[in-house]
């Protein structure tokens, strides 16, 4: 198509800014509302069945969507026979590109484009949309290096998982950027967004993306199967807060996964560079009290309520000295050994008491022994042989 052609009698064509497999994008200028546009058009003569098809979804979901890190729609229609979609300007370049001439990026330039993509994710996923191609080319950066999501064509309605506008078994998508459960055939859903916006973080910082093998198949596998290696052994100064975030965004179970508003909170938050939580303010040091010598005060420890905490905070206790003291007192250790003697001697008179009640006790059972009625001496014979004695002589006859 010839340059300074108009479309649909208000958009001038300049010049081709991109071409793909579907169509062209061409920038453009809106006559009628006077700023320059984007206009992508569908080849007149276009292979694929489902072109049209995805044409129109990318223009109806694309067109729902309003917000600051997505590629707005501006309008649709059709021209001599070719479907057009009009799409705010973007200035810069895509990620694809920048990475092609930086290699990586800092941890902190990274950081920023994840929590705006997240935020653009999450006005999708809000909508009931999933993207289901993620990948570097579809991330552009405008002339303030702000992130816009680009290129809904493969999107789909969460509502309407069936309406997937490819074959059956067939798997849409960059495979160096797809999620485990959609390399498994299962329908996409929010959390395959925010997988395959974990490869592309991973592949911004290091160069690389997470897995990379001789076929789509294999890299397929790795996703599945193959956990991938933390930055910071490849040699990328990352803090490791971002370093075990980045490997939660690429978890293998869809339901291990933060949301993309999640991510996009953590991460404009600053919570990757890993500061530690903001502590309360510490009580206040209660002054010196005399040291307590007494045991018996210092059973009962005295309640202290923190200073810096409102009405109903916990409360917190202090110790007297004389308890945690490592080191007793003279009188302490005076009343340990008095009260190590007294145990000593009350349990060596319990002892003598017991032995007496032992002896007076065998004593009585040996006398009730011997004089049971069994052992009376009317009843035992003698123990010596008897006598024998001589009848008396008679009297003298007279």
């Known amino acids: 198509m010839k340059q300074q052609v108009l479309i649909a009698g208000r958009y001038r064509l300049n ?27 569908l080849h007149s003569q276009n292979s694929e069945p489902t072109a049209t098809a995805r044409f129109r979804l990318e223009a109806q979901t694309a067109g729902r969507l ?11 229609g059709e021209q ?61 950066l405008d002339a303030d290096g702000s992130v816009k999501i680009g290129d809904f064509g493969i999107a789909q309605f969460m509502n309407d998982p069936g309406g997937a506008l490819t074959a059956t078994g067939q798997i849409v998508g960059t495979s160096l950027y797809i999620a485990p459960e959609r390399a498994l055939g299962q329908p996409a859903g929010p959390p395959s967004d925010v997988y395959s916006l974990g490869c592309v973080l991973y592949q911004l910082l290091t160069g690389q993306p997470p897995f990379r093998a001789g076929s789509a198949i294999a890299v397929l596998h790795h996703h599945l199967d193959t956990p991938p290696v933390p930055p910071r052994e490849l040699g990328v100064g ?9 490997l939660g965004l690429l978890a293998k179970r869809p339901e291990d996964r933060p949301t993309a508003r999640q991510a996009a909170e953590w991460f404009a938050a600053d919570a990757w560079r890993g500061r530690p939580e903001p502590l309360p303010a510490a009580a206040p040091r209660p002054e010196p009290k005399p040291r307590v010598t007494s045991w018996d005060a210092a059973a009962e420890p005295k309640p202290r309520t923190n200073a810096a905490a409102g009405a109903g ?3 917190t206790y202090a110790f007297p000295s004389a308890v945690s003291s490592t080191a007793p007192s003279h009188r302490t250790r005076r009343r340990q050994r008095t009260g190590v003697r007294a145990v000593v001697g009350q349990r060596s008179k319990a002892l003598g008491t017991v032995a007496a009640v032992v002896v007076f006790l065998a004593a009585l059972l040996v006398g009730l022994a011997w004089f049971s009625p069994d052992h009376s001496s009317a009843d035992t014979p003698p123990t010596d042989a008897p006598r024998t004695t001589s009848p008396a002589p008679a009297p003298p006859k007279p």
């Open 15 to 41: 010049n081709t800014i991109g071409r793909g497999a579907m169509g062209e994008v061409w920038q453009a200028y809106d006559e009628l509302a006077r700023r320059a546009v984007a206009v992508k058009l």
């Open 313 to 315: 905070s916990a409360t």
């Open 66 to 76: 309003s917000h600051p890190h997505v590629v707005g729609v501006l309008d649709f």
């Open 238 to 246: 990352l803090p490791p807060a971002f370093e075990n975030y980045l």
């Open 80 to 140: 001599e026979g070719r479907l057009f979609l009009v799409m705010e300007l973007v200035e810069g370049d895509s990620l694809s590109h920048v990475l092609t001439q930086a290699g990586s990026l800092s941890a902190e330039q990274v950081a920023r484009i994840a929590a705006q993509s997240a935020a653009g994710l999450t006005a999708a996923h809000e909508q009931g949309i999933v993207h289901r191609d993620i990948k570097p080319g579809n991330l552009l």
